[in-house]
Structures are given as C-alpha cells and as structure tokens.
C-alpha cells in the first residue's frame, strides 16, 4: 500500500513539473513573439525615418534578424508578419514578384542569423 501511495504521489509531482515546465516554455515563446513584434515594427519605423534609397532590404534582414534573436517565438512573430506585409504589397505596391522574392530572401537571411550589413546601402547613416 505504502508502494502505491508513494508512486501516486511522484505521479502527481512530476506531472506537475512537467506542466510548469511548458507554463515557462509558453510563456518564454509568447514574450519572444512579442519583442519580435516590437523589434519588426522598430525597422519599419526605423526604414520610414531613413527615408534612404535602396535600404529597403537591409531594413527587413535587420529587423528579422534582431526578432529571431529572441527565439522560437521572436522568429515566428518575424515570419508571420514579413509574410503578412510581402502579401499586402504585392497586391497594394504593383512592384512585382521580383521584389517580393527579393524582400523575402533579405527577410529570411536575417531570421536565418545572417548578417544585415550584407544589404546595407553605402552612405546610410550609422544611427541605422
């Protein structure tokens, strides 16, 4: 009896570690999608200020790359939202599918860890 007790109550203990533990993975992710988001829309703020010509795709790299710097999390906030913002503008823009899969090659070397400065015009300010 005592066999059965002692089993039921490390049962219950590890249940409850392992629950507590995806608690923490949740909420890890959930603050990693939410930088990611406010790390996104930092680029794009970052990209309207600049106003520079030809920073178009290091502005994406950047902000994909600084969003999955912050995990699982950050790096499918970056993925939902350039995929989101690449599907309004090709159908707003008239840009064409060109500059669509350029914005999404610059957009996954970032979330891949790839550096921004690969794209980075000559002559853009340093403050970027």
């Given at each position: 009896?005592?066999?059965?007790?002692?089993?039921?109550?490390?049962?219950?203990?590890?249940?409850?570690?392992?629950?507590?533990?995806?608690?923490?993975?949740?909420?890890?992710?959930?603050?990693?999608?939410?930088?990611?988001?406010?790390?996104?829309?930092?680029?794009?703020?970052?990209?309207?200020?600049?106003?520079?010509?030809?920073?178009?795709?290091?502005?994406?790299?950047?902000?994909?790359?600084?969003?999955?710097?912050?995990?699982?999390?950050?790096?499918?906030?970056?993925k939902v939202i350039s995929d989101a913002r690449e599907r309004w503008q090709s159908s707003v823009s008239g840009r064409g599918a060109e500059d669509t899969r350029a914005?999404?090659?610059?957009?996954?070397?970032?979330?891949?860890?790839?550096?921004?400065?690969?794209?980075?015009?000559?002559?853009?300010?340093?403050?970027?």
């Open positions: 009896m005592r066999l059965c007790v002692w089993l039921m109550l490390l049962s219950v203990v590890l249940c409850v570690s392992a629950d507590r533990f995806g608690l923490r993975r949740a909420g890890q992710f959930v603050r990693g999608a939410a930088g990611g988001t406010w790390d996104m829309y930092r680029a794009y703020r970052d990209m309207r200020e600049a106003n520079y010509k030809g920073a178009d795709k290091y502005f994406h790299a950047r902000g994909n790359y600084d969003a999955a710097r912050r995990g699982p999390g950050g790096a499918w906030a970056a914005d999404q090659e610059a957009n996954e070397w970032g979330r891949r860890g790839g550096n921004p400065n690969r794209y980075r015009p000559k002559g853009l300010p340093r403050k970027y």
